[in-house]
């Protein structure tokens, strides 16, 4: 058997266990699969650096799927390496209720998936974000342990997507050169001819953003070999423009989007058998294909065993501290840290922003926590998220410890997350909490593969002033709290802004978002407490000393608004407590004991934030009282904002005697 013949073989197993899958799950996507297997053949047989027996190995090269309704390329490929997570069985589940094999690739669900993909072009953003950890971590630890590539599948669809240049303009200036991407150019979208919607000179696009090119037959192996050969050489991102068939073997339909994302259908996957001399029944492999490329997942055994011996000859305190990081575990001085800090401030009280708090607090992370990386969406005198200890990371120089993302906020949170899947870094950025629109999709998707990454997210409101209702996010505290998983902070002081920081940093499987202001606010917490009270959601920050007439919650700056109501509410004689909510995600993870007493019994309960109601009746009910925002903001300066649309200490007293002259009605 020639070499050729032997990879056809090879190919093909890819293409039919995939088309098996598809029409037996009577759903999915068998063209990419089949359009992509000479490429997945050539570069899992001869260049990705992996081993299944040992599928969390930090040195491997990483393989993305950004192009993820193709899913069953990747699952059939692990299947042939070895992969124990995917059996035959899990082929023939392919999307079904609690199988492996999801429609598309969902990290955690098996080794051998790097991250979850599906949402176009967030592979592309993950994949840039892992050859940045990988070029950070090489820096710090040096290239015996630490020198492997990232590789990424991506479609047409993917390079439609904005993100995509957000992702690989930023590569290209970084100069990612062990970042390697193989574009699928099948021509083919789910409408039809990419020519539909799209005229795009993709080489000359990839060019002018600072990446190597080269363009091949994708079903030559040794164009695939010499284009992958040549890429890993560059001192720049390479695109490989890699020209395929979608549904290459279909004799009816391969090359049109009728093999995109449907079944072939019985008589057209036998047709296609035919075509391509596979005789194996439906999920059968040839035993000759099958250990040829059961011998391809054992290549790198080798290589795996030799990277253990450096490892176990190194440094032993590098060795630990590269093991810690790893793992993701903070260092063991960190509560200390913040505890010393937290005592600190009790003593100063300052009044500051809790932006300026932030970058306080971050001041005593950063020193503490060397595997924090930071950055801004070119916001950074805004965000105030760089400290003495991050000086910036340079194309040339990845000693730094702050990126400079540029205005690039949802390319940045999707590297964010893939950097966090690479492992032995902790991300955090900043941006405007109005520019979390952009982010979501890459927020939402963080939650989902439980990812520990952490956006710092200012200007929180209207008290940003006068850039207006454009800057101004009224809706997103709601938009936000309502993702799963998601940690949503909106701290209302300096003591507070560092327990949500602790809290975000110890969440090693929730990324977080810290809404926070731009206006100075006063410190609210006169007295040191050793426990961390933003940890149980919501706590009284303001007490009375008989039973409450009126419960104030607010989150924030409005904390200090409800703090001042109460103060001209109990002058009235009029028996008030104040209930600061941090974290909405938090409150509900507690018992229902200490959720009863928090909200407690009141006759008159008001919730005050300077964001539109929704969620609030958790807390005062649906016949509650509310003061905040019903429509979008204005330009002005805040203290004006504020009076005009009425979120004012008076307003919200007048609003408790309203309530309460109306229960005496009643």
């Known amino acids: 058997m020639t070499d050729l013949e032997k990879h056809s073989r090879m190919a093909n197993a890819i293409r039919f266990l995939s088309m098996d899958a598809v029409e037996k799950a009577k759903s999915g996507h068998p063209g990419l699969p089949m359009g992509a297997a000479d490429i ?47 059996s035959i069985e899990q082929l023939q589940q392919f999307r079904q209720l609690g199988a492996r094999t999801c429609g598309h ?109 080269i363009s091949i037959d994708g079903h030559d192996p040794e164009e695939i070999e010499a284009a992958l050969t040549e890429a890993r050489k560059s001192d720049k991102p390479t695109m490989i423009a890699a020209k395929t068939t979608i549904g290459f073997g279909s004799p009816n339909k391969s090359g049109t989007n009728k093999v995109h994302g449907a079944p072939l259908g019985a008589e057209e996957i036998a047709a296609t058998r035919e075509a391509l001399g596979w005789s194996a029944e439906p999920f059968e492999v040839p035993s000759d294909v099958l250990d040829a490329w059961r011998i391809s997942g054992l290549r790198s055994a080798n290589a795996r065993k030799e990277w253990e011996q450096r490892f176990n000859e190194a440094n032993p305190e590098q060795r630990g501290e590269f093991e810690r990081r790893c793992r993701g575990d903070l260092p063991s001085g960190f509560d200390a840290a913040i505890d010393a800090y937290k005592k600190e401030l009790a003593d100063t009280q300052p009044k500051i922003a809790t932006r300026k708090a932030s970058q306080a607090v971050l001041k005593v992370i950063t020193g503490a926590v060397p595997e924090t990386i930071g950055g801004s969406a070119d916001l950074t005198g805004s965000n105030n998220t760089n400290t003495e200890h991050t000086p910036p990371v340079t194309p040339d120089d990845f000693s730094g410890r702050f990126i400079h993302w540029g205005i690039r906020e949802h390319g940045m949170a999707a590297a964010m997350n893939g950097m966090a899947l690479h492992g032995g870094v902790i991300p955090y950025s ?60 909106r701290p209302a002081d300096i003591t507070e802004t560092l327990e949500c920081w602790q809290l975000a940093m110890k969440a090693a499987d929730n990324p977080s978002v810290l809404a926070l202001t731009r206006q100075n606010l006063p410190s609210l917490r006169p007295h040191y407490e050793s ?7 919501a706590y009284i920050i303001a007490d009375c000393e008989e039973e409450a007439t009126v419960t104030l919650f607010a989150t924030g700056s409005e904390v200090e608004i409800a703090v001042d109501a109460k103060k001209e509410l109990d002058g009235k004689g009029i028996a008030t407590r104040v209930v600061s909510v941090p974290s909405f995600e938090l409150f509900e993870q507690q018992s229902d004991a200490y959720k009863n007493a928090i909200i407690g019994g009141s006759p008159v309960k008001i919730a005050v934030e300077a964001g539109v109601r929704m969620g609030w009746d958790r807390f005062v009910g649906s016949d509650g009282g509310f003061v905040g925002m019903s429509g979008f903001g204005a330009s002005a300066p805040y203290q004006e904002l504020y009076e005009h649309f009425g979120i004012t200490a008076d307003a919200v007293v007048q609003e408790a005697e309203k309530r309460l002259g109306d229960s005496d009605n009643a």
């Not at 027996?53 to 090269?61: G, H």
């Not at 426990?531 to 959601?537: I, M, Q, S, T, Y």
């Open 105 to 213: 690739p969902e990290y955690g669900h098996g080794a051998g998936i790097e991250t979850t993909t599906g949402p176009l072009g967030q592979g592309l953003g993950n994949a840039v974000g892992m050859a940045i950890a990988e070029r950070l971590q090489e820096e710090r630890f040096g290239k015996d342990l630490v020198n492997h590539y990232t590789y990424v599948l991506a479609g047409d669809g993917c390079l439609m997507e904005g993100i995509s240049q957000e992702s690989i303009s930023l590569a290209g200036h970084l100069k990612l050169n062990k970042l390697i991407l193989i574009w699928d150019d099948n021509g083919i979208t789910i409408d039809g001819s990419v020519d539909l919607s799209d005229s795009t000179d993709q080489i000359a696009r990839f060019k002018a953003s600072g990446w190597n090119t």
């Open 40 to 86: 997945a053949t050539v570069l899992f047989s001869k260049f990705l650096k992996f081993d299944p027996n040992s599928p969390k190995w930090a040195d491997r090269d990483r393989f993305v799927l950004s192009a993820g309704h193709g899913s069953m390329l990747l699952y059939s490929t692990l299947y042939l390496l070895g992969y124990e997570d995917f």
């Open 531 to 537: 426990e961390n009270l933003c940890a149980k959601g």
């Open 430 to 489: 900043g941006g405007f909490l109005i520019f979390s629109d952009y982010c979501r999709p890459s927020l939402r998707l963080a939650a989902l593969m439980k990812q520990r990454v952490i956006h710092v997210m200012t200007h929180d409101s209207i008290g940003l002033g006068e850039d207006g209702p454009t800057h101004q996010p009224v809706e997103h505290f709601a938009a936000l709290r309502c993702i799963p998983d998601l940690q949503f902070f």
